[in-house]
Structures are given as C-alpha cells and as structure tokens.
C-alpha cells in the first residue's frame, strides 16, 4: 500500500471549512484512498473513501486531484466535536493485507 | 447492535504473566486486525488475519500471536508480558469482498508492571 503524508497538526476556527490535505504521491490504479478519524481514546472512525472521483457523504467531501497524487478532506462546517486526530489511508481495491495508519493529522477546532 | 467486542476494557498484568486479549465481530467480515496505540503515537499493525484460517504479520509482531479459528474471533496472546506491551490494543474487522470501511471496537488498555 502506498504511503501517505499528512501535516502532523492544523487548527480550524468553529463554523468554518477544515481542509485537511493528503500526499499519496506512489498511489497505484488500484488502490483507494481511505479517510478515518480518532476522537481522543475512541476507536478510529471511518469518514470516506474514493477511488478516483470526488465525493461526498453526511459528514465529509473527498476531493482527489486528477493525477490522485493528493487529496483534500473537507469537513464544510467544523464543530467542536470534529477536533480529533484524522488518518488518510490508501489501500488496495480488493481491500485485504495490511492496513497501515500513518501518524495523522491532529485537527484542533476553536470557539 | 453489530459491531466489534473487545474484552477485557483494561487489565493491570504482571510482567511475565500470559494474556489473551479478546475480539470478536458479529459482521461476517473476511478480515480482522490488530493494532497497538501508545501515547502520542498512531495506530501500529501488530497482525492481521485476511481470512479464517490465515494470518499475517504487521509492523509490530514480535512478542504477540494471533489465532483465526473462525470467522468471528481473532484473538490476540501476550506469551510473556513485558512492560514495553504497555498500550492500548484496538480490533478492527473489513469486508475484504468490498473495498468498504475497517470497524473498530473500543480498545482494551493494558498496563504491564
């Protein structure tokens, strides 16, 4: 599975738009890009996936560049509740091996 | 309600001592994990069982064994505890025939003194 790079911490005032970016630069055809988030002593979260094209669900927008070498996660409007640690994770289509976190990115949300 | 069990939530052990952390998963997924989490840290592959009856190694084997005996239970056996195995241990089960999201349970926090 390919490797990703994330910022290690980001702030976001609350009400506004948190966009938390990903480097998956080695990212093959083949594999998916995963994101999940970890709320301070919970177990990970899933929030998203996608392949090639953008997408959108009740809690987030994945936004993957043409050429898939990067993407953005979108939370639109960032409560307090949303401050936690977010995993971007590529991972083959077929969904089996090794599943490998890297270390994140620390999301602070602020009043 | 469908979901990861892990079992004990938190257990104090003496170094040496043997300890089976438990998980299981009433979701029929083909593949289950098991990670290991220290303060400050991500999320670390110890094992990982892709189908009953296969294992395999993550990043951090050494000194934990893992079992697939079905489909539901992957336990997760400290032979003999070390204080280094101090961590927060989490489960997490996929559905290998879809390339949909890993379930993790709630995580069982083990002390070694």
């Known amino acids: 599975d390919a490797k990703t790079t994330q910022p290690p911490s980001m702030d976001c005032a609350e009400g506004r738009a948190a966009n938390l970016p990903c480097n998956h630069s080695t990212i093959s055809g083949n594999e998916y890009v995963y994101w999940y988030r970890q709320i301070h002593s919970q177990g990970p979260q899933y929030i998203i996936h996608?392949?090639?094209n953008n997408e959108t669900n009740e809690m987030a927008s994945l936004i993957i560049t043409e050429d898939r070498k990067s993407s953005t996660l979108i939370l639109p409007h960032a409560t307090l509740r949303d401050t936690a640690v977010y995993y971007c994770i590529v991972r083959s289509v077929f969904n089996t091996g090794k599943l490998i976190f890297g270390q994140g990115t620390t999301l602070q949300v602020k009043p | 309600i469908a979901g990861i069990t892990q079992a004990p939530t938190s257990q104090i052990l003496a170094a040496g001592r043997r300890m089976t952390l438990r998980c299981t998963q009433d979701m029929r997924h083909n593949a289950m994990y098991w990670y290991r989490q220290d303060l400050g840290l991500g999320l670390r592959l110890i094992h990982y069982?892709?189908?009953?009856?296969?294992?395999g190694k993550g990043e951090v084997p050494d000194g934990y064994s893992v079992s697939r005996a079905n489909t539901d239970d992957f336990p997760l056996t400290l032979a003999s505890a070390v204080p280094s195995q101090t961590s927060v241990y989490f489960c997490?089960?996929?559905?290998?025939?879809?390339?949909?999201?890993?379930?993790f349970g709630q995580g069982t926090r083990l002390t070694v003194v």
């Open positions: 996608g392949l090639k």
């Open positions: 997490a089960s996929s559905d290998s025939s879809r390339s949909t999201e890993a379930f």
């Open positions: 069982s892709n189908t009953a009856g296969t294992t």
